[in-house]
């Protein structure tokens, strides 16, 4: 199963300059709860954001794959040159965890999505590519203050 994860506002904000646009304590560990222990991938400039947050500290995820063009050595990663490859031939349990770039090549792949809908609007520069919903069925929905966690299921 492929699983997609991300957080947007209303106009389909999903960052600031690499970084998330907002602060909200709820989805942070919504996405942290999800994503624990994990295998990953994500852009090698979610993976350099990531890295200013965590610090020295080890990122919580199972294995870890950076998708980048030049074949990059991390201390705690495998490069990946070939997202769309990778991914279509990916047998296992995978989370996608952005950024842009990694979420349009790699949502026709996608079996869940896990979308954050942030009700409120902010400030930024990073965009999500409007897709079309009526191929995924909400399958879990869950309220919070400006937070709406929605889990979409492909249909077939």
């Known amino acids: 199963m492929i699983y997609a994860i991300w957080a947007m506002d209303v106009n389909w904000l999903i960052g600031q300059d690499n970084k998330l646009a907002w602060h909200y304590k709820e989805d942070l560990a919504y996405f942290k709860e999800k994503t624990k222990g994990k295998t990953v991938l994500m852009g090698d400039l979610t993976y350099k954001s990531l890295k200013g947050y965590y610090k020295d500290k080890p990122f919580p995820y199972g294995k870890i794959y950076v998708a ?74 869950k309220l919070a203050p400006s937070l709406i966690f929605a889990t979409y299921k492909k249909e077939i």
Do not use: M, Q, R
């Open 68 to 141: 980048n063009l030049i074949d990059t050595a991390y201390d705690d990663a495998e490069c990946i040159t070939d997202v769309v490859d990778f991914v279509k031939n990916y047998k296992d349990e995978l989370w996608i965890i952005g950024g842009k770039v990694i979420y349009n090549l790699t949502l026709p792949y996608v079996d869940y999505l896990l979308i954050t809908h942030v009700l409120d609007i902010h400030k930024g520069n990073v965009y999500f590519n409007h897709f079309d919903l009526s191929s995924y069925k909400l399958v879990d929905k």
